[in-house]
């Protein structure tokens, strides 16, 4: 087993204090859901984590299995086992989507230990199937011209062939119509077990009804301030932020 420790992690952007002390463990074989309203802070926590340069973490840790995780350079992050699917990925022209994610499987890989072409594509033609992908997105540019569905879709297919310890998935649902959610719901499915834990980040408990949860817990105004089970996902959808502003003494 695996464990990511995230302790009093306090994050700024352009000297803006964001994060006010986050305190989040998570183990391979569980899936955590963090929800809560816009601006609470929520991707700030995902890009802290996969170590975006504007993120500036100004106290706090977060570790892998002990390992300091802050210490690590992004690619290092990538390579120690962490997975980030970003809101908004970005078009990269000239490299296509295969070669993209050929880079990036043998970038984990050690030197001289290349996954061989065959093998590779045998795979990713398997996982592009079970996204039900059409067969060109794999040499289209990286997301040039993708649909928000298709980008989607892309972030699950590259998170199933690099096969991460950890991922955070954020906003892997906006936008998506209930064909293409089940999709990426079934992707991240099939990743479930021992070697793989994840933290999805949504602001709608509409994905959490195809993917199950083990721990749902709630970001507000840069701090988690309620965790609970699936349940604690689906009073959130039924009665909103409200009442535990109004538990927890929190201003709107
Ligand atoms: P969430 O994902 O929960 O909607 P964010 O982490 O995106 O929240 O944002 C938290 C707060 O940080 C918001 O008040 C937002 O305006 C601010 N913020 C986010 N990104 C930036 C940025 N690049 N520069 C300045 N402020 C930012
Ligand atoms: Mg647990
Ligand atoms: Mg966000």
């Known amino acids: 087993m695996s464990t990511l420790v995230i302790k009093d992690l306090h994050v700024e952007i352009e000297g803006k204090e964001i994060l006010k002390g986050v305190d989040l463990t998570i183990n391979t074989n569980e899936i955590h859901a ?19 340069p504007r993120y500036k973490v ?25 997975f980030l699917a970003m809101q908004y990925p970005s078009e990269v022209t000239g490299v296509t989507n295969a ?9 984990k890989r050690d030197e001289g230990d290349e996954i061989p072409l065959m093998k590779f594509i045998r795979e990713l033609d398997t996982k592009m199937e079970t996204l039900e992908m059409h ?3 794999a040499t289209r540019y990286l997301n040039e011209g993708f649909s928000g569905g298709e980008k989607k879709r892309n972030e699950i297919l590259q998170l199933m062939m690099l096969k991460p310890q950890f991922a955070v998935l954020d906003e892997i649902d906006s936008g998506l119509d209930i064909d293409a959610l089940k999709v990426v719901a ?31 817990h709630v970001m507000i105004q840069g701090k988690v301030v309620q965790s609970g089970g699936a349940e604690l996902a689906h ?13 927890l003494g929190i201003e709107a």
């Open 135 to 137: 067969e060109d997105m």
């Open 99 to 107: 070669d993209f994610l050929r880079s990036a499987v043998n970038a």
């Open 235 to 247: 009073k959130l959808e039924a009665q909103g932020y409200d009442w535990l502003h109004e538990e």
């Open 34 to 52: 963090i929800m809560g309203p816009n601006g609470t802070g929520k991707s700030t926590l995902a890009q802290a984590i996969m170590g975006h």
């Open 186 to 216: 079934k992707g991240i499915n099939e990743m479930r077990g021992e070697g793989f834990g994840c933290l999805i980040i949504t602001h709608y408990q509409r994905l959490l009804d195809y993917i199950k949860p083990d721990h749902v």
């Open 58 to 82: 100004t106290s706090g840790t977060i570790t892998l299995d002990g390992e300091d995780v802050l210490e690590m350079e992004v690619d290092e992050r990538a390579k120690a086992g962490i």
